[in-house]
């Protein structure tokens, strides 16, 4: 930057390239891009809410009602199974819970289902069904269903449900149907098929149950003949007369031989361990399993005088007499020492073999004895095992003697486990559909399918939705981001769309003193004399970056001079309120003689403004002229900076040569409108003519759309 002039300078095109690798890219999407895509998709939003919601509405309007009819009953576990025997035949184990599973699966079979159906009077099942009562087949053991018949019983599965009320023993039974009157009774004949069916099967099951015991207790009461019989006869057989084996003799006998043996054992096995010890020659071990008073005195001696030994011998030579005199003490107790445990291991040796002898004695008459008991218990096993046998037998028929007798009664008492809690009655309201709950799914649907799909559409735009997106697709550096900016369009007032002078303390002001500080520092030892504002396409807002941009610098004490270069469709002598009958082009292509470049803004002499002037017939050949070179460097001469405000790249030519003289061009870009392709090639053809692209403005964020300078659309352009 120059000191003294405080002129902005061009940005090399490579370095511009380098600091755009260094772009943060951790922006995101700010809430103001969502807003703006959903500002922008309002109508799509709309459009999907009221389609989905007038669809519901006519779902609503023409869908039947379906009515629910609930009745309710209760399941006693403890009754469901017995069939009369639960004591002797365990056929009522389970957990309860189970049984109440099992009993609502029942309801829902096809079993109670045909049976409810059979029930129905033939005008209730036609205006079920839809076909006469004589065209189903309602016993079909040995037959098959028809593809009707099967889809009316999947149709009836599927309306009727059963839940257990939970800590209880009661059952919810419902079922849909479009007509009250007929789900009540369907309901209430389901119940009453269940009910009879279960009754019956279960009075059944104790018939059966009976019947068979009643052939099997003859065969019982043979078999416990048979075994008293046999009993009688081993008794008389062994000459038997009480078996009792508290009072017999024999085993009496084992026990207190098995009880020697052990101690005999235990002595022997004691006896082997001090033999072993005495067997090692350590008088510590020796000590531990057998006490002796002389050899611990010999220990302690031996340990008293090593100690002395050891104390003499770390102060004094060997030659010292007392320490000769503890040595020949030391010597003389490990003699004793090694005779004392030889003596008490020949010792131990003999107790040992004695030990020896006398638990194999008792081991021989242990064996004996256990000879004579096997062959008693032999005989003892055969008559427990008669005796149990004719008990069993005879205990077993008195039982089921009893049972029978009681199975009768049993059977019709412990068959009717149901009790009917609430018969079902016809419902007011119907449960279907949930107009409610429909239209308000409905509801959020559409505005969710709505906002995704604008969101979607969006994200998949090619234009410039938000500045990092646009930094990573270009490459390019964003020098400032200018909000979107409401003209009051008074037409008293000349500079009534320069929010630089008109609200100077905005945000939108804001954005262009930050394009100045974006300018001014981009390079520090090239000071840029003439900077060149363009645009990929029409309506991005050039030419009032161009006029804010001029003003800031200006109020910074700077001497600018603004050049309206767009000779094609001039406009920045409409933000000044200026006269563009004689402007640049009279300075191409005449001698410039009556040129005269304006101070439009009284409180602003540093800013000079030189109008576009009158229409030349061939604009590029004149800005790409020499003329038009010379005169630049002639004003740049004369002025601290010149801005010069050129149009669209991707339209006409006429930016290029004069974007290739600029020390720094500004591209400016409108977010939501501009394609990033279209800012891509705009950059690729300033590179190709060697511009020094400074970076991008990006116009417009808070507005994602909404009509330019240019107007909506630039098919227009030269009409």
Known sequence: MNQLTGVPEAADPQTSLDRSVEIEQSEGIALAD????????????????????IAAAIYVKLAKPVYEATASIRIDPSRAGSLGLSDLLSMAGGDSGDKVATEMAIITSDQVALATLDSLSPDQFRAYAGFDKGAMNFTPA?????????????????????????????????????????????????????????FDSRYDSVTQVKSWLEAQMQDLKGRASTAQKNLAGFQEEHNL?????????????????????????????????????????DPAVLASLLPDPKLQSLQEQEGTLYAQYIQ??????????????????????????????????????????????????????????????????????????????????????????????????????NSVNTMIVD??????????????????????????????????????????????????????MSLAVVPHIAWPNEPGSKLHNLIAVSEPRSR??????????????????????????????????????????????????????????????PTMHTFFGTSNKVGLSEAIMGDGSNVQIVVPIPELPNLNFLPAGKKVSLPSEALGSGKFHSLLEEWERQYDLVII????????????PVAS???????????????????????????????????????????????????????????
């Open 34 to 53: 969502i807003f703006r895509a959903l500002a922008k998709g309002k109508w799509l939003i709309l459009v999907c809410t009221l389609t989905c919601v």
């Open 142 to 198: 040995n037959q098959q269903l028809s593809r009707t018949q099967e889809n009316l019983l999947a149709s009836f599965r599927g309306s009727l449900s059963t839940k257990q009320v939970e800590g209880t023993q009661l059952i919810s039974i419902r079922f849909k149907n479009g007509n009250p009157q007929l789900a009540a009774t369907i309901i209430n004949d389901v119940i009453a098929a269940y009910t009879r069916g279960n």
């Open 241 to 281: 007369l009480g078996t009792d084996p508290s009072n017999n003799t024999t085993v009496d006998r084992l026990k207190l031989l098995n009880t020697r043996l052990t101690e005999a054992q235990g002595d022997r096995i004691v006896k082997e361990a001090q033999m072993r010890a005495a067997d090692s020659g």
């Open 312 to 413: 003499l011998s770390s102060k004094f030579g060997s030659a010292y007499p007392p320490l000769v005199e503890v040595t020949r003490q030391l010597t003389n107790v490990k003699v004793q020492l090694a005779q004392d445990v030889k003596v008490i291991s020949s010792r131990l040796h003999e107790d040992y073999d004695a030990a020896n002898r006398a638990e194999a004695m008792l081991r021989a008459q242990y064996e004996d004895e256990t000879a004579k008991a096997f062959a008693l218990n032999r005989t003892q096993a055969d008559y427990g095992v008669l005796a149990a046998e004719a008990t069993s037998s005879r205990d077993l028929y008195d039982t089921l003697q009893y049972k029978l007798q009681q199975a009768a009664v049993d059977a019709g008492l």
């Open 423 to 476: 018969r079902a009655r016809a419902p007011i309201d119907p449960i279907e559909p949930k107009k409610t709950l429909i239209l308000a799914f409905a509801l959020i649907l559409g505005m969710a399918a709505g906002v995704g799909s604008s969101l979607l559409r969006e994200s998949l735009s090619d234009q410039i939705q938000h500045l990092a997106g646009m930094e990573s697709a270009t490459g390019l």
């Open 508 to 569: 939108g002001a804001e954005a262009y003193r930050s394009l100045r500080n974006s300018l001014l520092l981009s390079s520090l030892d090239r000071p840029a004399r003439t900077v060149v504002v363009t645009s990929s396409l029409p309506g991005e807002g050039k030419s009032s970056t161009t006029a804010n941009y001029s003003v800031v610098m200006a109020q910074k004490g700077v001497r600018v001079l603004i050049i309206d270069a767009d000779l094609r469709r």
């Open 645 to 656: 405000d050129t149009a669209p790249i991707l339209n006409v030519s006429d930016s290029v």
């Open 661 to 719: 003289w600029a020390d720094a061009v500004v591209i400016v870009a409108r977010a939501g409108i501009t394609p990033l392709k279209a800012l891509q090639r705009t950059k690729s053809i300033l590179r190709r003519a060697n511009a020094r692209i400074a970076g991008v403005v990006l116009n417009d964020t808070s507005k994602g759309g909404g009509d330019g300078y240019y107007g909506k659309g630039y098919d227009g352009y030269y009409n």
